[in-house]
């Protein structure tokens, strides 16, 4: 399991706890990301990164700057979130990483030169004998670092270094910005297929209008979702309670224009053959493939037979285990 640290808790203090997490942070392989989605090409690099941790006999360590960069330094340009920490030290587990290293981006931090955040995380806090990035890596004040100057002190340290080519798919790269593209498309199939994984949101279960009882299909209205949404639609998943059971859920993101003119978007998850009281629970839903897009009907009895429609599609849709 990928243990998931906070460099702030580990140094410049004068724990002993933390001290021994660092000193076993030490002497390993490390690669510095977003990795937001441990998408496949996340997962190539992050499995290069282990091999190099074998070969110098430490840990395989990934490093991330949190929260990203340009909510920092740009707020309104920074993307939306993918997967949470947690999520993304989950996601690592399968590939054998040991540590996910989280730097909080504060200006101080982000202000050091490409040199200097060398210096003082790779060499002084890390010791690392190994390092692993993608080509179009950069660090540092303004981004003036790239793989070339870390080529070169990389060995000026005599630490191993190696450059691992992007995964293409469609002869574009695989990447968190085209995995993001996908998802605001509602393509979810394609960025499920690019991240090598089921992408998945979170929440807690909210008071609604509670006009889907009334309708024969009662909702849960999710809230609190950190991670981003997909384009509006009517989606097929898989909902976990937070007893730990999984049911098939239908699962419709966007405003309701049949009876809501505010076009106020929600997630709206109708649990099939699960009749309970969700609210006030944590709720984790797992996106398998588009159904179709939102649309207006005429009157609740139109809603009603489509809903219907949906539920065949959604059980078509999701594995037969469903």
Known sequence: MTKL??????????????????????????????????????????????????????????????PHPASVLRPHGAPPTLTTLPRRAELMSSVGIDFLLVCESTREFLNQTADAFFSSLVVDSLQAKAVVEGPNFYFGRDRTGNVARLAELCSERNIDFKVVEPSVRDERMVSSSRVREAIASGEITLANEMLGSVYRIAGIVASGERRGRTLGFPTANLD???????????????????????????????????????????????????????????????????????????????????????????????????
């Open 5 to 66: 640290v906070r460099l702030s808790e580990i140094t410049g203090g004068s724990d002993a706890g933390g001290s021994d997490t660092l000193s076993r942070l030490q002497n390993g392989a490390i690669s510095i990301g977003n990795f937001d989605g441990v998408h496949k090409g996340h997962r190539e690099l992050l499995g290069k990164v282990c091999d190099a941790a074998e070969r110098v006999g430490g840990p395989a360590i990934a490093i991330v700057l949190d």
């Open 224 to 322: 609190q979702v950190a991670e981003m949404l997909p384009g509006d639609g009517v989606f097929a998943g898989v909902a976990t309670t937070s007893d730990g059971a999984r049911h098939a859920a239908a699962i419709h993101i966007g405003p309701n224009p049949t009876f809501d003119e505010t076009r106020k978007t929600k997630v709206e998850i109708h649990l099939l053959d699960y009749d309970g009281d969700l609210y006030g629970q944590s709720l984790m839903v797992e996106l398998l493939g588009k159904v179709r897009g939102v649309q207006k009907f005429p009157d609740a009895a139109a809603l009603v037979d489509q809903l219907h429609s949906d539920l065949q599609s959604v059980r078509a849709i999701l594995p037969q285990s469903f």
